[in-house]
């Protein structure tokens, strides 16, 4: 064999290289493609002559080299458009669609079934001719041997009796690595035929944080310097795999630290055996002065009295946390404080909608919070509103998200914690969701039909009504199928219900655990300072849970307390995690995703307006609202306000759900600095400064309540001795010296950052 190579004009560039380098090139290319090609066998197993005359599928052998590659990826020819008139399906999503590109588009021009080694196809990969994208595929390497059998075998679709990819598995799923240490993973491709294939070298990986642990395009891991973890994702033709990796720290901690932890639940079980895994030592507990502003801003959206906080601080109750929070869930600032983050997540656009049907909105959202209405019974109601936008505040969900597709992106978002978005116009690059489930999920609102005036933006001021229409139907928009209903995963009997959207709303409540997950961990995340997944509505696998368990534990109990909001934030505000110390200690200085302290955060803007208001006891008006109303109770975000946009409002021209940004800015604190409201509030006639200044106080009591008023704690001896030194040496301008130092107080880190 090796003394006649083919007689064909295959191969002119290796001819001249002379017969026994031509052989020797053949034999050891036609080997590797062995092992990576055949099905039915172990690698290595299939002989020469039989490789050589092996069919090449497209979609089992050809697809997975273009994505390997990069060829259909996002930034090359799988964008939208394609890439110089050359457009593939995202990652080999659509077979059918990739193989007619390549071998009848252009009028066949990218393939030579007569000299197939001058194909375009082959040409371009190799850079042989100038190529935007460079060299994709090494000539002569397996890669490139193969797509050559391919077009010599006539460029076919399929083979005889072609298996289906079934199933995609990484030979271990779990490392645990030292710093500088490196792994390899495994991926190997199951069939429906039985056999199976190693396609470690044909798949794509990424790593969530590449300074934990990297990976390159071989799947060879390699650890950091720091200890932490991440998780490797490797996807294989629209199949994805993900392996954990985790480093941790060098320094054994004595399992004693652990066992004398205090425990008060669940919670905290599954976060203190999980940093013993990674041996990271929790914080100190924090001061109860810290733990008293940190459940009242959390629980309720506003600081403590001075009067609150000292009958807390002075409390000799060992009960006292749990009758604090048990009084604060029923206090009044509650349903406000909650329903001011769902108008974030719901509410749109009151010049798209109507003023008349966002107040309404607004006023249903907030109802249900005072009613401590069940998550799952408000998800029941908002998604099979109808009725009028002015008589069912829910409806005006419908009126802004007008169209099938817009619903399902919202829905699966908001109330699953399931991005799909991506699925609408290709398979979603990072879940198994297709263009095809995109559809079928969004067929659940294909009868929501609408009467009335419609919208006319920037007024739309008349009444719509929702309603459930006998007929509508959503389409695939490639193939022009009716899609059926079809939940994401599982199944629903549309046979009892005339709306299909009271079977969607049956489905995700009932034994769902995307429901359940999505909001415990949104839950989390405002009480804790981060998600268990970041961002907390994108539940996936590529993208886990920084502890599964915590979070299935989670999830499990606020189906048992059935889906009680205030029941699931009592447990987690009375667990010894949530109370632990913002301040790091010599092991979790760099741990941010394990809880083993508490994440400090800037408090929102409503709840920072408001405090300044309460502290200076000067109340702040705004258009459209009642006098004496608070920040959070503001129906629209439309309400002019300079220092709520300062520091995060969210703009209902942003597409709900809206995200905040947590992030601290020069902004902010030059407007604390500088803004004549504030300091117009703290000098006002009426305000605190001038009542303590009047009063007959001594500099004492008006340094504590000052520091009871700003920081809910009593300052420290050397914070009282300097502010009555300040009292003192400004005579009879006492008022003068408590602005300044209330000023003063107000423009720390203290004030506006949650400890």
């Known amino acids: 064999m090796c003394s006649q190579p083919p007689a064909s004009p295959r191969w002119p560039t290796w001819s001249t290289r002379g017969p026994i380098l031509a052989c020797w090139f053949l034999a050891i290319n036609f080997a590797t493609w062995c092992c990576s090609s055949s099905h039915g066998a172990e690698p290595g197993s299939v002989s020469l002559a039989s490789a050589i005359h092996q069919p090449i599928s497209f979609q089992l052998d050809i697809q997975p080299i273009l994505t390997a590659r990069g060829c259909n990826a996002g930034a090359c020819h799988g964008k939208q458009r394609g890439q110089n008139g050359f457009q593939l399906s995202l990652l080999g999503f659509d077979s059918e669609f990739d193989h007619n590109a390549i071998v009848r588009s252009s009028r066949g021009r990218r393939l ?8 375009l196809l082959l040409q371009k990969a190799t850079a042989t001719v100038p190529h935007g994208g460079g060299v994709k595929i090494e000539p002569g390497s397996s890669d490139h041997l193969t797509l050559l059998r391919w077009i010599e075998q006539g460029a076919k679709r399929s083979v005889p009796n072609e298996p289906v990819l079934e199933s995609v598995v990484l030979g271990n799923d779990e490392f645990v690595m030292s ?6 993973l495994s991926l190997t491709a199951t069939y429906s035929d039985g056999s199976q294939r190693t396609v470690t070298s044909q798949a794509t990986y990424l790593s969530n944080d590449p300074a934990v642990v990297s990976v390159d395009a071989a799947g060879r891991m390699l650890a950091g310097s720091l200890p932490g973890e991440t998780a490797i994702m490797a996807r294989y033709m629209n199949h994805i795999c993900v392996a954990n990796a985790q480093i941790p720290r060098e320094q054994e901690i004595p399992a004693s630290v652990f066992h004398d932890l205090p425990r008060n639940g669940f919670i905290d079980e599954l976060v203190f055996a999980k940093l013993q895994s990674l041996r990271i030592k929790p914080s100190e507990p924090a001061e109860e002065w810290v733990f008293l502003r940190r459940v009242f801003t959390d629980l309720i959206g506003r600081l403590p009295r001075p009067e609150e906080a000292r009958e807390f601080l002075e409390s000799a109750d060992p009960g006292k946390r749990e009758h604090l929070v048990d009084w604060l869930l029923s206090q009044r600032e509650y349903a406000d404080h909650w329903a001011n983050q769902w108008a974030d997540l719901l509410r749109p656009n009151p010049y798209r909608v109507g003023i008349k049907a966002v107040l309404n909105y607004d006023n249903w959202i907030r109802q249900q919070f005072r009613e401590n209405l069940s998550h799952d019974e408000f998800a029941r109601r908002l998604v099979t509103a109808r009725g009028s936008t002015w008589r069912n505040g829910a409806v005006t969900l419908y009126r802004d998200r007008r169209s099938p597709d817009e619903m399902a992106t919202l829905v699966s978002q908001l109330l699953l914690g399931v991005r799909l978005e991506c699925a609408k116009c290709h398979h979603h690059p990072f879940e198994s969701y297709s263009q095809a489930d995109f559809y079928q999920f969004a067929a659940f609102f294909g009868k929501v039909a609408h009467r009335g005036t419609g919208l006319s933006p920037p007024i739309s001021g008349g009444e719509e009504i929702i309603w459930t229409s006998e007929s509508g139907t959503v389409k695939h928009p490639v193939s022009g199928e009716i899609m059926t209903p079809t939940p994401l995963f599982g199944s629903v009997d549309l046979s009892q219900h005339d709306d299909p959207r009271v079977a969607l709303a049956q489905w995700m409540t009932t034994d769902n655990p995307l429901f359940a997950k999505v909001h415990v961990n949104r839950l989390w995340a405002h009480m804790m300072g981060r998600g268990l997944v970041e961002p907390v509505d994108d539940l996936r696998s590529t993208n886990p849970p920084s502890n599964p368990q915590l979070l299935d534990a989670l999830a499990d109990h606020f189906r048992e307390i059935g889906y009680d909001q205030k029941q699931m934030l009592r447990t987690i505000a009375l667990s010894n995690v949530y109370a632990l110390s913002s301040i790091p200690n010599e092991t979790n200085s760099s741990d941010r995703l394990n809880h083993s302290r508490h994440y400090r955060q800037r408090l929102r803007a409503e709840i920072l307006s408001d405090a300044i208001s309460d502290i200076t006891l000067t109340p702040t008006s705004f258009t459209a609202m009642p006098t004496q109303s608070k920040a959070n109770q503001i129906w629209t975000t439309r309400v ?41 509030r703290i000098t006002n006639d009426d305000g605190r400064v001038a009542q303590l200044a009047s009063s007959d106080r001594s500099a004492t009591e008006i340094i504590d309540e000052l520091y009871l008023a700003v920081y809910s704690r009593y300052p420290s001896e050397g914070e009282r001795q300097y502010a009555e030194s300040l009292i003192a040496t400004a005579g009879e301008n006492r008022r003068g010296a408590i602005e300044d130092l209330m000023w003063a107080m107000l423009n720390t880190p203290e004030f506006s950052i949650q400890n």
């Open 112 to 119: 030579s079934l007569t000299a197939p080694h001058e194909s």
């Open 640 to 680: 002019d306000s300079v220092f709520l946009d300062t520091f995060g409002r969210p703009n209902e021209n942003q597409d709900p759900p809206c995200e905040r940004i947590p992030d601290t800015s020069v902004t902010q604190t030059l407007h604390l600095m500088n803004s004549r409201e504030l300091s117009g």
């Open 179 to 184: 710093s500088g240490q490196t792994a390899e």
